[in-house]
């Protein structure tokens, strides 16, 4: 989980000009000041995103062999992408995700409208599959997802 | 500020979940392994580490028309990479954070159920620790620390449900905050986020207040985070005037909290003075 | 099992037919959903992603009671589906009887991944066709 993006030139003989640009992520959300309590701000124009946001984070407090077979509990790498997508969805009303913890110690986030749906696998390692479905096809796969690309996944699905 | 109170207010159940102490300093060239040889002196007590993006040194600033913070912006020579470490105890209700010009002392709660330990405890700790680093930096030749601003913060989870039930009620827990329109046509708020400054007289400080409303990670609750925060320069880097400074810190966030506050609140706190 | 099988192995001895159950648990509820068919509930993909090949019990060596009652005091609702449904997503199926679970079997995934881990398209194929065949409740202890 990187912190914030930063745009270095570098001239002689030893001089650095930073700006850091800060990313729509979850350390923005976090607002890692001297705090140590670790909270999610709500930014205002945040309506549909705060329920599975919540979700996400209960599904932290999952004991270990939550589904008898040896499970992890989703950790914060898993949340952190998580809750960064969500965050990074600019359609004002979407359907509603449900939230599913893995037993792998990731998250999936399913989407459903109509005959289009898209589960978001996200790892511990904070990396973010997507798998898109239509109708009864077995769906196509989108390992290592970009999230640049999240607004045109969620045309696809809004257009069913 | 008005006459000072000879006993502080104080509540039986305040929704304090964490407090923060910290001194800025002159930076000094404290470096990547400093952090480690640090570590090795306090590691049996505080066991566990992270490292995070520094804190911007930050000063208050007085006069002018809006006075202000100054923050250190632009060019700057860099040599080695800036970092902050945290190093926590075993259970992690407590952190000392430290940079090259900041040394920090939290105490928070972690599972939810720990009782605030009091401002003498977490200060006295906070007097152990800032001592030892001291002893560390002289040791390590860097010299005493040019302490230029000391700074003391509350962090208050005001829960819903205990009081008041969403943001149309936001007078029963804020006085300032009367929630009336001029007139009819504007429902209740959705949502408030305030910020809010005060002037510590003779220019000693300035305290921000903040509020806003969060999702707590622990348990995934919806809580409205009230934060105070105060902070100034101490008359010296001395001992006395560094705790002297924080005990002012901490008078003006208790009496702030208090004031801010309302008095059905403070039934739901346990006011006891 | 530790060994790494041949890539072609697949116990043809269960027979296609046979539904393979697995523990769905009832928290959160979003693991199950319903069907198209009103009272008819499917579990979530996310049930069938595991670290390697998943565990299921033969319904031929198990009922679902017991395959839920080997959880216990935890409870959990049962979902089953057929053998041939893995089979016809690519995945292979292997006896792997446990001490206290002679029903146990493996569905291996990615064979050639290592892990034997199902994919998303595999899981979602699978979920799709598995239905609730046991609901339970905290009071089913």
Redesign the interface.
């Known amino acids: 989980m990187g912190?914030?993006e930063m745009i270095t030139i570098q001239s002689q003989p030893?001089?650095?000009?930073?700006y850091q640009q800060e990313r729509k992520s979850l350390t923005h959300f976090l607002g890692?000041?001297?705090?140590?309590?670790?909270?999610?701000?709500?930014p205002?124009e945040w309506t549909w995103q705060?329920e599975p946001?919540?979700?996400?984070?209960?599904?932290?407090?999952?004991p270990e062999n939550?589904?008898?077979?040896g499970?992890h509990a989703p950790g914060i790498g898993s949340a952190a992408a998580a809750i960064d997508f969500i965050a990074q969805i600019t359609h004002e009303d979407p359907p509603r995700p449900?939230?599913?913890?893995?037993?792998?110690g990731?998250v999936?986030l399913?989407w459903r409208n109509g005959q289009r749906e898209l589960?978001v696998?996200c790892s511990p390692d904070g990396s973010i599959?997507v798998?898109k479905?239509e109708g009864d096809s077995?769906?196509e796969?989108c390992p290592s997802f970009n999230t640049a690309d999240i607004t045109s996944l969620f045309s696809w699905l809004l257009a069913a | 500020m008005a006459n000072q109170p000879h006993t502080l207010r104080d509540f039986a159940d305040p929704p304090v979940v964490e407090t923060v102490l910290g001194v800025q300093f002159a930076p000094m060239p404290f470096s990547i392994p400093h952090f480690g040889l640090y570590w090795e002196q306090i590691r049996s007590e505080f066991p566990q580490y992270r490292v995070l993006p520094p804190l911007g040194h930050v000063r208050e600033q007085f006069g002018g028309p809006s006075g202000g913070v100054s923050r250190k912006i632009g060019i700057e020579v860099v040599q080695d990479p800036e970092l902050r470490c945290w190093f926590l105890d075993k259970k992690g209700n407590q952190i000392i954070q430290v940079q090259r010009d900041r040394f920090i002392h939290n105490w928070q709660k972690i599972s939810g159920s720990e009782v605030y330990p009091r401002y003498e405890s977490v200060r006295a700790k906070f007097e152990t620790e800032w001592k030892r680093f001291r002893e560390f930096l002289e040791q390590g030749g860097f010299g005493k620390p040019e302490v230029n601003q000391c700074e003391v913060t509350y962090v208050n989870h005001i829960e819903y449900e205990k009081g008041w039930k969403s943001f149309g009620e936001l007078s029963k827990v804020i006085s300032c905050w009367s929630g009336k329109h001029s007139g009819a046509f504007l429902p209740d708020q959705e949502k408030v986020t305030l910020n809010v400054s005060y002037l510590l007289p003779g220019n000693q400080g300035r305290m921000y207040v903040s509020l806003e409303p969060v999702i707590r990670t622990r348990d995934a609750k919806e809580v409205l985070q009230f934060n105070l925060t105060v902070r100034g320069a101490p008359s010296s880097s001395g001992d006395a005037d560094v705790l002297r400074w924080l005990d002012v810190g901490r008078q003006w966030v208790v009496e702030g909290f208090t004031d801010f506050t309302t008095d059905a609140m403070h039934k739901v706190w346990g006011r006891t003075k | 099992m530790s060994e790494r099988l041949p890539a072609d192995a697949d116990d043809q001895s269960i027979s296609g037919d046979e539904i393979l159950y697995r523990r769905i648990p009832l928290n959160p509820s979003e693991m199950i959903q319903e069907t198209d068919v009103p009272g008819e509930f499917r579990p979530s993909s996310g049930n069938f992603r595991s670290e390697g090949p998943l565990s299921v019990d033969r319904s031929s060596l198990s009922s679902p009671e017991q395959t839920r009652d080997r959880a216990k005091p935890a409870v959990f609702h049962i979902a089953g589906v057929q053998a041939k449904v893995a089979r016809q997503c690519g995945c292979r199926i292997v006896k792997d009887p446990l001490p206290d679970n002679p029903a146990h079997v493996l569905i291996f995934g990615d064979h050639d991944s290592g892990t034997g881990a199902l994919n998303g398209k595999q899981t979602k194929a699978i979920a799709k066709a598995a239905r609730l065949v046991l609901f339970s409740n905290i009071s089913s202890s």
């Open positions: 912190a914030h030893t001089m650095r000009l930073e890692q000041g001297v705090q140590g309590v670790q909270v999610i701000k709500v205002p705060v946001i919540k979700k996400i984070l209960g599904a932290l407090l999952l939550w589904d008898s077979y499970g449900r939230v599913v913890p893995l037993g792998t990731g999936q399913e589960e696998e599959e798998l479905i077995e769906g796969q």
